[in-house]
């Protein structure tokens, strides 16, 4: 396969279905955690405003792991 081209669902095998339908879960997963984190947590108990955390939670697996890592305060 070419690099760049695009794979379509059907074209995928069983495994490249599992592993796309679990990174889906996974990311799904860390966001909600990290929401449910901030929701619960005291503003003194978050390194910078709480809004700014949610919206980088957005940003894929990045987000909510940064969040987990600096954002909260030990």
Known sequence: MATG???????LGTTGRVAVVLAGVLQFGLLGAAWA????RAPSEVNGPRWVWA???????????????????R
């Open 37 to 40: 984190d901030l929701a619960r």
């Open 5 to 11: 081209s695009k794979v379509r669902w059907n074209q």
């Open 55 to 73: 919206l980088a939670a957005l940003v894929n697996f990045a987000g909510p792991i940064t969040y987990f890592a600096r954002g909260r305060k």
